[in-house]
């Protein structure tokens, strides 16, 4: 394929809007550029306007890897922060700037014309190549649990999905250094060394582990007076900072640790109480957000926040109810396939920069987490060719990482097939 058509294809999917909607648009424009390649897809609609898309190629036999990202993308905010349309890509100084340049339509791009070269080899495919593009992953994951769900993910040794991996080098100090990102020692310590030496524009990492993340409601009932005689109810404001405040102990005081991930990662986002000033308030509620790691996970987790509040409920007036909105479990991978030596082996080669893929483990959740609930045996690392400005204004594609992982990914499925 010619370059012209590689950037035109993303320039193409980043001029479509889909913010948590309208993935049918992209779906099926990758279906048709698939098609006009000569090679079959499968349109998988959700919800109206919302289509996941599945694509294989290969002899049906194992190895089976999948090629994995989501259509959709997070809103573009204010949009006078931005230095062009978010929605018409930009090309200036080799970054395409828009929404979803990073996150992650360049590696939903990357998947698609690697596919289409391979398929047009002259090089035999020994395995499978499973292309699965997901719906609704920014709220909830919604596309990939519904294909883990319909069995896509069952049969697959290994997963590579494109979520952005890479960091420019002026951020690269601060980024590893951020509660996010957990990075050994000595890779650090070597990764600044060479990173202060290079002529490189970024440097991409494996990401072989991320935490989980669950979302909880924890609300408080009180009893509801007339604001003139307040000690006549219950002040359900009061029951829930009681709660918070021993919230806040109970995280401050986990000491588990993974090695990869670190330490369990609290946020609490939402409060809510009273409708008006002369009612004593009979509900309150927050909401929280936690990243999990294995050793606390979120069954776990769950446990322990219930047994404190059970213990809680015994107190004269306190009337607390835990209630769990969302929840997506840890990943980490073995590597028994070897996938994370070959791609190191080959960017070497391949992609110019500092160190040949460090691997690290981050705060950040993704489709991961779904298609291991059914196949917690398969590899899956977290690889593409975006960057740190993801959900940010004027986000951008360092267009050599485009160009250079799409090679790489290339010549990873031959070597992982061989």
Not at 94 to 115: E, F, H, N, P, W
Not at 146 to 155: M, V
Not at 180 to 206: C, M, R, W, Y
Not at 362 to 381: H, P, Q
Request: aromatic content about 6%.
């Amino acid at each position: 394929m010619e370059k012209v058509e590689k950037i035109q294809i993303l320039k193409n999917i980043v001029n479509m809007p889909t913010v948590d909607d309208n993935e049918n648009d992209v779906a099926k424009y990758l279906s048709d550029t698939f098609q006009k390649h000569g090679i079959n897809s499968k349109l998988i609609m959700q919800y109206h306007g919302r289509s996941n898309l599945i694509v294989e190629i290969g002899n049906g036999e194992h190895p089976k890897l999948g090629l994995s990202g989501h259509l959709d993308t997070v809103h573009q905010g204010d949009e006078r922060t931005w230095l062009s349309d978010p929605f018409k890509a930009n090309i200036k100084n080799g970054r395409l700037y828009g929404r979803g340049a990073s996150d992650m339509k360049s590696g939903i791009a990357q998947m698609v014309i690697s596919m289409i070269e391979l398929y047009e080899s002259s090089s035999k495919i020994n395995g499978t190549i499973r292309f699965i593009a997901t719906i609704g992953e920014e709220l909830s994951a919604a596309g990939a649990k519904y294909l883990t769900d319909k069995g896509f993910a069952d049969d697959l040794d290994a997963m590579i999905i494109a979520e952005p991996s890479g960091v420019n080098l002026h951020r690269l100090r601060k980024y590893v250094n951020s509660d996010g990102v957990t990075i050994a020692p000595e890779t650090l310590k070597e990764l600044l060394k060479t990173s202060f030496l290079s002529d490189a524009n970024e440097q991409h990492f494996i990401v072989s582990a991320h935490k989980g993340w669950m979302a909880y409601r924890v609300t408080a009932h009180g009893k509801a007076v007339h604001s003139s005689m307040p000690r006549m109810g219950i002040n359900a404001i009061d029951t829930l900072i009681k709660y918070y405040l021993k919230e806040k102990e109970f995280y401050a005081e986990l000491k588990e640790l993974d090695p990869e991930l670190g330490k369990t990662v609290y946020s609490p986002d939402i409060f809510r109480g009273g409708k008006q000033i002369n009612s004593v308030p009979d509900l309150a509620y927050e909401i929280v957000k936690v990243r999990t790691i294995p050793q606390v996970d979120n069954e776990e987790l769950t446990n322990r926040l219930q047994f404190m509040i059970d213990k809680m409920n015994t107190e004269p007036g306190i009337d607390l109810e835990l209630t769990i909105e969302h929840s997506e479990m840890p990943v980490k991978s073995d590597n028994h396939t070897g996938l994370i030596q070959i791609l190191q082996n080959n960017s070497k080669n391949i992609m110019d920069e500092p160190m040949p893929l460090p691997k690290i483990g981050v705060s950040l959740g993704t489709d991961a987490s779904e298609f291991r609930r059914r196949n917690k045996e398969m590899d899956v690392i977290i690889l593409g060719p975006g960057n740190t400005t993801a959900h940010s204004p004027n986000e951008y594609v360092d267009m050599p990482s485009y160009f250079n992982m799409i090679d790489l990914l290339e010549k990873t499925i031959k070597d992982f097939m061989k």
